[in-house]
């Protein structure tokens, strides 16, 4: 992509109260999470610290109903994080949701597009 070409970046947040339940940083966060079992390795891999990313996740386990990651016991390398069946959803809804968004708003994407220059 050409340096000063225009990009489309949707930036959809789904706030409880004033929190942001989840956005598109805590969604990527997970999906990290689900990828490495480690709050860590999944904050290095984002360029985040480690208390940032506690402080994410925190916000998300107290804004859904049922918690989002949890925290795996022992074992010879020490525990983990794993996603929920939630976490998994909220993913789940979150990515299709930015899909149909996209697929909506296509045409009058475009056409902002050509008034950028």
Known sequence: MARNAPA?????????????AIGPGKVDLLEAIGETGSITSAARS????????WLLIDTMNRCFKAPIIEAE?????????RL?????????????MERKAAKAGAADLAALIKLLG
């Not at 489309?8 to 789904?14: A, K, L, T």
């Not at 984002?46 to 990313?53: D, F, I, T």
């Not at 016991?73 to 525990?79: D, K, Y």
Request: aromatic share 6%; net charge positive.
């Open 73 to 81: 016991a022992g074992g010879r390398r020490g525990g983990g994080t």
């Open 84 to 96: 929920t069946a939630d976490g998994r959803e909220v993913i789940r809804l979150y990515r299709a």
């Open 46 to 53: 984002l360029g985040m610290s480690y208390r940032r990313a």
């Open 8 to 20: 489309i970046q949707f930036r959809v947040r789904i706030t409880k109260g004033d929190d942001i």
